[in-house]
């Protein structure tokens, strides 16, 4: 089976150290620079930057304006060679910004497969986001964030430094987060706080319907008690503790 070829546009800029796998596509007035990966089938549409050392996967789209694998926003970085690593899948719209780590973190930012970020969307240092994310336009992720899998966000939703979005989270429009969020909750507000569970995204996952009913009985229990949290979260346990999703909900709140 022949190779698919590379496409780079004429008025396209590839660095000679970037390496490029079969099938990609740079399209017109894109900039691809030194210690860049792409992998086979990944599309740059037009007038998007990759800047290295970064890695990005297969069959991934970068939509006008969008820059990917740039220095972080950190007073604290010097310069050091710090990395990107991009899975599959992903849908990059525009004016998408994504940042290496920093020396003093982890010095990778990690972003996962089969996520779409949409216009606007920034993913800052040594963040890690998950697979299958919809972040929509403007979304705006601090450094150190992690965002597990399958987590939706609403339109200019902004995540503090450090925090944890818990899987199939549904952050609505404007939250504003600064604290880590539970799995499979709804939060919504400036400052965020869990307004219930997140039905619709646990039924489109596939959770079993008895694991639903369980999860919403947990969060009446544990948000709508008058009893502080921790007490709650102790009749939560004797009751409901062997569903494994509200045994998951209840480890992430400690």
């Known amino acids: 089976m022949t190779a698919r070829p590379v496409l780079i546009h004429e008025t396209a800029f590839v660095d000679p150290s970037a390496e490029l796998g079969p099938g990609v596509s740079i399209g ?3 900039y691809v620079g030194a210690g860049v990966r792409v992998g086979e089938g990944t599309q740059v549409v037009a007038q998007a930057t990759l800047l290295g050392p970064a890695t990005i996967g297969r069959n991934n789209r970068v939509f ?3 820059t990917i694998g740039a220095a972080p926003q950190d007073r604290s970085y010097g ?5 990107l690593v991009v899975g599959d899948d992903n849908v990059f719209r525009e004016s998408v910004t994504v940042h290496r780590g920093t020396a003093r973190g982890s010095g990778v930012t990690r972003v996962g497969s089969g996520g779409l970020y949409m216009v606007g969307t920034h993913v800052a240092h040594d963040c890690v986001v998950g697979d299958a994310v919809t972040f929509a336009n403007y ?3 601090g450094g150190h964030v992690r965002v ?4 939706v966000t609403g339109g200019h939703v902004a995540v503090a430094p450090f925090c944890v979005v818990g899987e199939l989270a549904f952050a609505a429009g404007g939250a504003m987060i600064e604290r880590d969020v539970p799995p499979y ?6 400052r965020a706080r869990v307004r219930g569970i997140n039905d619709v995204g646990l039924s489109r996952a596939g959770v079993p319907e008895a694991s639903r009913a369980a999860l919403a009985r947990a969060y009446r229990q544990l948000w709508r008690s008058k009893e502080p949290l921790s007490v709650s979260a102790r009749a939560v346990m004797l009751e409901l503790g062997a569903d494994a999703y509200v045994s998951r909900l209840l480890a992430a709140l400690g």
């Not at 310069?79 to 990395?83: L, R, S």
């Not at 597990?148 to 987590?151: G, S």
């Open 28 to 30: 017109p007035l894109s």
């Open 64 to 66: 006008p304006h969008a």
């Open 79 to 83: 310069g050091e060679p710090t990395e």
């Open 139 to 141: 979304t705006s992720l």
């Open 148 to 151: 597990q899998d399958r987590v």
């Open 185 to 190: 909750v709804i939060v919504a507000g400036d």
